[in-house]
């Protein structure tokens, strides 16, 4: 197809995910490309194609003042999906226009529902191990607490939420290794477990799961196979792959890019779910063992790929019985928490 002025019309694309796995550094390989322009998440045109901008305190103030204000409720109307392309094509020219992050699978399904696109984008699903999305999440909100007061609060109210939509894996965890909220780093843990339980509709939202691709990062970042395939699905195409440009994907400089902002991310190269899995102290090992009984949250990532047979069975709880004693912990009216894909809007 082409324009009235005879031009071809731009192809566009969406990368959905829930986070945690390297969707900044994927945003920008492509972004890289001369006739690729790819944004990351839904922020300003300034602030979606920066790439290597360092996330400051003050901004993080000023994100969780927003997420805060709207974390009690319906949350803040959505955009639709073509006011964000028309702005990013006013950039610059480029036969491929594309955004990674904006949206999860459930926002966009809902979205694409309400509002639906003239442009017609491709979709693809980008997802991560559990194990090391888990323990990536738990960096992130590690990090941004203590780099900012109201991050610190909203990672407490997200928390709370949590407690009353997974009640019984609450209650399990504690069972297994204590009275977690009486530990900062326990209780930091145990939200970045909940928030990948909440990343399980990236598998289960009808009309959308069912019929878009997931692809596993793990083997776009180390296969150049994979990484041409998805490079062919989201140009569909029309953009050629160079052998030079993919030896640069490749490259040590561009591999550590999009990993280093607040310092929420850990400085050590992240770890292969098995590597990650040995190295996590008992007590993550039997949290995390818990989501899988509880939530069976191994099994859509089963179906994916992913191998667990190096987690071993369940152990017998250390705490039988307490985490029905825990006050905080006792079933109730869940709070009126907006939806857990709330971290996709931004101001």
Known sequence: MTTS?????????????????????????????????CSCGPGTLEIALDYDREVTPAELERIAAFHLEHSVGAGPEAAPIDAMFDLLETHRPAAVYG????????????????????????VVN???????????????????????????????VQFAGRLQRFPLLAERIADQIGNFLEDPAQASFVNALFDTLEGMSEFSTPGLSDRIPHVQIERVQRDGEEFRSLFSRLTAGRVELSDSFLEWVYSAAN????????????????????????????????????????????????????????????SAPRHPGLGARIPGLRRSVAPRVASPSLFNQMP
């Open 5 to 37: 002025s005879g031009t071809p019309t731009p192809v566009y694309f969406l990368i959905t995910s829930s986070g945690a796995a390297a969707t900044r550094w994927l945003g920008s390989t492509l972004n890289a490309h001369p006739e690729i322009c």
């Open 99 to 122: 955004n990674i992050h904006a949206e999860t699978v459930s926002s966009l399904a809902r979205k694409l529902e309400a509002l639906p696109s003239r442009r017609r984008p491709g």
């Open 126 to 156: 980008l997802i991560r191990h559990p194990i090391p999305r888990t323990e990536s999440k738990f960096h992130i909100l590690q990090g941004d607490a203590a780099a900012s007061p109201g991050m610190a609060r909203l990672s407490a």
């Open 255 to 314: 591999l550590r890019r999009g990993r280093a902002s607040t310092g929420a991310v850990a400085a050590a190269p992240p770890r292969a779910a098995a590597e990650q899995w040995e190295a996590w102290e008992e007590w993550q090992r039997r949290a995390f063992r818990s989501a899988m009984d509880v939530h069976q949250l191994h099994l859509p990532y089963l179906k994916q790929g992913y191998e667990f047979g190096f987690v071993p069975e369940a």
